[in-house]
């Protein structure tokens, strides 16, 4: 834009979104500069192009999409922003890799505050630099209100896979140990707690955090001794071993008692009629291990301030119907299963 | 979690299970129905059967208020939901429970029925003084347990002069139901030799309306609250009523019922409801004098009169055995729909809609056994 050109600078206090900010016009254009580009300012989007040009490095690349609808868009220990940042970057971890570059696109309901978006986009930027992984592209619309909830965030995520791994989920035998990085339910919980209507107090914050630092800790440490990794966002630790048992035709058998799970979480899940298995988390990571390298990844994985409670929770076992078990602390058995349908909490 | 970890004390499950296994006759079947759904979640969550002996059964009874509501006021609430100025306010657990043909209330929401998931009679009532032009009606379901909370709402409605809202009641009571079931089924055999009473119902009701039939027909009843430690220590109580003759009602939830119940809550709700001459419930059929409706001089809040519901006979899968489920007379597994085309996530029977209900309670946390029986 011509800096000579008078412009009033966007109301970043009380001015709201209205549909010229997503007409391909100045407003648009201002939009970016003052509010993206401030925020996420990096040497790829400062040269203001409609792609990210770079060097493609040797070797497996992977490469990951997720979309960020949560609700409401801030939430204890974080918010959309750096939800979307987190959230992609552990997608492409999860493969070993390390993640290189992300973008984002947003859609943006009329009538949003501009102050809501540019804390958002602040709070993406601070999370993307503490990562080291930029947002070197991306797009803006904006959508009559009522058709979106405020804004919708996708991020796409790019990183490279050091030479000689492979994770996979079939790739799990019986007999792997299934390594948990911390406790759960934290993100879950923290998001429910200032939902409309069910609002209730708790000290807990989000998990929210981007875990390609320990995962290089754990490849350096076990390297292809790691089948597969998972983070257990969205249907928890149960949606995600059931995954994995389902992939590689395997079952589990984990221990209720070697789960962290925090009182806080415990609590509210007691109160809501939730299982902390079912729960999101947006910060831990489930690796599964060969039974010989467990005890070494859980050392290096503990020396991290991301896997300081990473505990062994459980092992694959022979099963073809593909179960996950779980001994309770009560002393005896039960199935950890997929979620079915929304969480809703019990009524008596 | 403080006073509740208490009562999950696996070395106390352990010390109680050897009582039980110590004191059980090995010559004698003890078949144990738990009424209620929070009992059954609790056996099913803590997978407390592994830690009886065979010849210890535990029969999941009828006692989740979702399961037993029948297809007929499933219908009649998508009807009420489909009017255009109506917002249905409904607990999240009735959502998927399937009526006639497949619809549910999920499903007419998804096809801009107004209906909202509450987590309270409360949040109800302030969708009402929020919305002045709205209907809004409350689906008002559950037990004595929830009867209370239901009575609350009104009594504040009726303070504020809200027009607007009303309550579509589908409260029923648990002394007839149990009657019901000890009295046999309309075919099937009933096999049930003691009773796990309700807790939070008889922190309402008190332990004295179990007294009459436990002399009548002579089954131990042993009232306990919903943790996992409580259910244990109510079947080592009736194994030793049942072991010394004794046909008694006992209470091993002293911490919160007493024989008389909350006095208070028994008034307010004789203030306001009247017993229906009959009911249906799912897996029961037709139980004379078990649910209560709005009394004449609160018809304004009855949805039942203010919108002329009429009575709908909706009708079960015919494969289903809920019925029989329900009354003992069947496991899960020996219904052909189970784990086949009826799934907690495709439910067509009662039972495994709620995950209080004995087939998906089976289902979510108990399947395993079943492979390892045939396996061994």
Same mark, same amino acid.
């Given at each position: 834009m011509n800096s000579k050109t008078y412009r009033r600078r966007l109301d970043l206090e009380h001015g709201r979104i209205d549909l010229s900010h997503g007409s391909g016009g100045r407003a648009m254009a201002q939009l970016i500069d003052e509010i993206f580009h401030a925020a996420l300012a990096n040497d790829w989007l400062s040269r203001g192009n409609d792609q990210a040009a770079f060097d493609v490095a040797a070797g497996r690349m992977v490469m990951t999409t997720d979309g960020y609808v949560v609700s409401?868009? $801030? $939430?204890p220990g974080g918010d959309i922003g750096s939800l979307a940042v987190h959230g992609t970057i552990n997608d492409v971890a999860m493969a070993g890799a390390r993640p290189l570059y992300l973008s984002a696109s947003f859609i943006i309901e009329e009538g949003f505050p501009l102050a809501d978006l540019k804390r958002i986009a602040d709070s993406m930027g601070a999370a993307a630099r503490a990562a080291g992984v930029p947002v070197v592209t991306g797009d803006t619309k904006v959508v009559e209100r009522g058709k979106a909830d405020g804004v919708f965030i996708s991020t796409t995520g790019i990183g490279v896979v050091p030479a000689g791994l492979d994770l996979s989920a079939e790739k799990v035998l019986p007999g792997d140990r299934v390594i948990l990085s911390g406790s759960i339910g934290d993100h879950g919980v923290a998001v429910m707690s200032k939902r409309q209507n069910l609002t209730f107090d708790t000290d807990l914050v989000s998990d929210s955090a981007a875990l390609h630092g320990l995962v290089a800790a754990m490849v350096e440490a076990a390297g292809s001794a790691i089948r597969v990794m998972r983070d257990p966002t969205r249907g928890g630790i149960a949606a995600t071993l059931n995954e994995l048992a389902q992939a590689s035709g395997v079952g589990f058998r984990i221990a209720e008692d070697a789960l962290p799970v925090k009182p806080q979480v415990a609590a509210a899940c007691e109160l809501l009629g939730l299982d902390p298995l079912h729960v999101a988390n947006e910060g831990k990571l489930v690796a599964i291990v060969a039974p010989d390298a467990a005890e070494a990844l859980l050392a290096a994985m503990r020396v991290h301030p991301l896997g300081r409670d990473a505990a062994i929770i459980g092992e694959a076992i022979e099963d073809d119907h593909r179960f996950v078990q779980m001994t309770t602390g009560f002393g005896g058995g039960r199935i950890v299963d997929w979620l079915s349908g929304e969480q809703l909490p019990r009524i008596c | 979690m403080k006073y509740i970890d208490e009562y999950r004390d696996g070395g106390l499950a352990r010390t109680l299970a050897a009582r039980i296994a110590d004191e059980a006759d090995p010559a004698t079947l003890y078949r144990f129905m738990e009424f209620c759904g929070g009992h059954t979640h609790a056996i099913s969550r803590y997978g407390i059967a592994d830690l009886l002996p065979g010849n210890i059964r535990m029969i999941h009874g009828p006692g989740c208020p979702v399961c037993v509501l029948p297809v007929g006021r499933i219908d009649a609430a998508i009807r009420l939901a489909q009017r255009p100025e109506v917002t249905l306010c409904t607990y999240g657990d009735l959502m998927r429970v399937p009526g006639s043909g497949g619809a549910s209330l999920l499903k007419v929401k998804a096809a801009g029925a107004d209906i909202r998931m509450v987590y309270s009679t409360l949040d109800a009532i302030r969708i009402a003084e929020a919305e002045p032009l709205r209907e809004v009606v409350f689906f008002a379901i559950g037990f004595e347990t929830t009867t209370p909370a239901t009575m609350l709402a009104i009594r504040f409605a009726a303070e504020r002069k809200l027009a607007n809202f009303s309550i579509f009641c589908n409260h029923v009571l648990t002394p007839p139901a149990i009657r019901a079931i000890l009295d046999g089924g309309e075919s099937d055999h009933v096999g049930i030799d003691g009773l796990v009473g309700p807790a939070h119902v008889s922190t309402v009701i008190g332990t004295e309306p179990y007294e009459a039939f436990a002399k009548e027909a002579q089954k131990p009843v042993v009232v306990a609250g919903f943790e996992p430690l409580d259910v244990m220590h109510a079947i080592l109580m009736l194994v030793r009523q049942i072991n010394d003759g004794r046909h008694e009602v006992e209470n091993q939830y002293v911490r919160a019922v007493t024989r008389a119940g909350n006095q208070k809550a028994q008034a307010g709700i004789a203030e306001m409801f009247e017993l229906r001459e009959s009911f249906e419930w799912r897996g029961l059929g037709t139980v004379p004098l078990s649910a209560l409706r709005l009394k004449q001089g609160y018809a304004a809040f009855d949805a039942e009169r203010r919108f002329d519901v009429e009575d709908i006979a909706g009708r079960d899968n015919p494969a289903c055995e809920c019925g029989a489920i329900l009354r003992g007379a069947k496991t899960p597994t020996q219904c052909k729909l189970f784990g086949t085309v009826c799934t907690p996530d495709t439910p067509m029977g009662a039972c495994m809609v709620s995950s209080e209900g004995a087939c998906a309670a089976h289902w979510t946390y108990g399947r395993f056994r079943d492979h390892a029986k045939a396996a061994s």
């Open positions: 409401p868009l $801030f $939430f | -």
